[in-house]
């Protein structure tokens, strides 16, 4: 079965795949928006310069289209003065005749001014107040010049008293009150009474080619909305944004503005406005093209504003050409948006393939994992099949190989390892067999021993034969004690050991035994045993293998009369712990030094020195019981202080109470 | 006074030559070297007490044991049992060893001290 692969670490990603994925996603998603951000601003940039140019181009049309109405005043007012009629009824002052002619040109040129002076610049006619004649032009700068020959044409200002002498209906047609305008220069003055003027003037010439007078005519601008239409239409062609006019033009007299299609809040026309102080400064003030976003009345605008100059190139008003700017930017956002879209459909496609790619390279290396699980278990016969010409690749084939060697040498190994545990088998079998077989006839030698020894057959004649009887004695029986341990290690080691868990009185079944087996070897080395907490000890019962546990109490006990001070005392104690009964055996004597306190238990593991030699242990004996110990499910451990005692402790759990 | 009869059953002569010359003191000692033998002995001779091996050719102790605690005329009779090297009975009259429940007076394992023995066997008369 598959489990879920478990990688510890601190990252919050359990897998290499979501690492990977997370990888894709950072590096999509920096590249993503680091481009993003420079592509909008650049389109940005680019859509705003873009609508700079066509300003600037806006305005050159518009300025055709002003310069057009006035060459066109001039134009006509040129052909007219060249008209034989005219000429002939100025030389002969037939002043009425003069008038008419000149009024139907008036009228069907769509001219608000057109009037006639002598060779002084005295008015003559005036084809609008026919009557207010007599009055001196020849200080007005385009008559002084036309005076001499010249034929000039441009944007004038024109004083109301001037204006009222032309026709009074043009002094209303001029008269504005501010209206009141945020962002406009403050000024002192709250209305314009003048007027600003398309003029030309040109000089009326005889045969001769003498100046018979002059001819000046032109269009008053305040309120006339003929250009600023016409530059709409041919430059914006009327389109439409939103319900607003996305193109705008204006003329302004100073700042005033006289003559628009800008609408106020209430769509009417935003005439009687006032221009922004920036553009009021850097245009009328310093004379300068202003070519940027700015705020007109109501909307943002890209807009530009070029200087209206009269004939002296004095600075007399403005004019405005302006795009909606709501279009650019709208288009500016659609383009980051899209921007953003695109972005966040590469991204989820970014994690779509990312997904799919990390699996190609993740699932090998998933494979890998479950196949060193299957090895780890146990199952050498597992192969990987990676066809890849990678690194995983490579890994997965000397994997493989791994693999084939470990199968190998384990192979070789187990092959190895039965034989030895046959071997071991049937040494343990030997070693079975020799002992068992040593043990009757050393019975029999410590049974006559004993009784040569306390002169039971017959007395011994001398001390010495008396003592050799003693030796022998003694060394009989530390053969017949290493004989009994390899005794037991044979049982242990052949897995022949079956532990028969019975309820017993510990102290009944396996110490007394013990106790009463070991009287002499206590009394020969003066030893006593004393028996601690011994009503309790008595009555404790466990569950335990009566055979095996006394094997533990005399390898322990043996061990506290071997290595325990002669004359001494030695202390077996039962104590009763949460969940496992604890039996200790405790002597006094050189005790065991604390490095050796755990290898004491190891196999044939013994004290160095002339005491052990001298006492000929076998290192089997707490080997033996720590084995049986085990087996029961309890511990054992051994305890000193070095010089004064030693104790040996060992534990069984509890049984469980009986229902 | 007539010196009780202990029947030794066991199959070593050397070991049984040791503990009849440790019997002799107090008992009179009458011998068998295999478990049948020992049976057929423990009818006939009527012994005060048993001193029986385990391991024996022809029939081992704990056969030999069943059959004479269950025959009446020697099931009053007490055993004392000669364990092998290292397998400790238990003091009590049944003792499970291997599974196998076995049913004597008293056991000893060998190698027997025997001053023990005599003691043991002479405990085992004044019980009766």
Redesign the interface.
Known sequence: MWRTLKIPGRMPFRTLRSKLVFSFLLVVLAGGLSSTMIGTRMVGNTIISEAQNKGRHDMASAWMVYQEKINRIKDVLHLTAKRDLIIRSLVGREVEVLRRQLERVRIEYGLDVLTVTDQEGVVLTRTRSPYRTGDFQGNDESVRRALKREIVSSTEIVLQEELAKEGPELVRQAYMEFVPTPMAKARPETRETSGMMLKAAVPILDINDNVLGTLYGGSLLNRNYEIVDKIKDIVFKGERYKGIDTGTATIFQWDLRISTNVKDKSGLRAISTRVAKDVYDQVLENGRAWIDRAFVVNDWYIAAYEPIRNLKGEIIGILYVGTLEEPYTDLRNNVIYSFFGIAFLGLVLVLFLAYFITRSITRPIDELVRATEVIAGGDFSHEVSIQSRDEVGYLATSFNRMTRTLKATMDELYVVNTKLQELNRHYLEMVGFI??EL??????L???L??LF?E??GSLNTPRQKQAVSTMLRNVDSL?NM??KY??LGRIESGKMEV?K?R?PIY??AL??ILE?ER?QLAARKMEVKVENEEAFRRAEGEAD??LL??VFSNLIGNAIKYGREGGKIWCGFREEPGELLFYVRNEGQGIPSDKLTRVFEKFSRLEGELERRRGGTGLGLFNAKEIVERHGGRIWAESEEGKWANFLFTIPKAPKKA | MERPKILVIDD?P??V???R??LE?EFEVLVAYDGKEGVARARSDKPEAIVLDIMMPEKDGFTACQELKSNSTTSSIPILILT????????TKYA??R?MEIEADDFM???????ELVRRVAALLKKD
């Not at chain 1, 043990?439 to 029999?444: D, I, L, T």
């Not at chain 2, 394992?109 to 001053?115: E, G, L």
Request: proline share 8%; no cysteine.
């Open positions: 002992t068992h043990m009757q006839p050393m019975g029999v410590k049974g006559f004993i009784m306390d039971s057959l017949i004989i009994q005794l037991q028969n019975v017993i009944g079944e007394q035994p087996d002499q009566p055979v006394r094997i | 070593e050397d070991f030559e040791m503990i010359m440790a003191r092998g090297v290292g397998e400790y009975f238990g003091r499970k060893v599974g394992a060998k190698p027997v001290d025997p001053n």
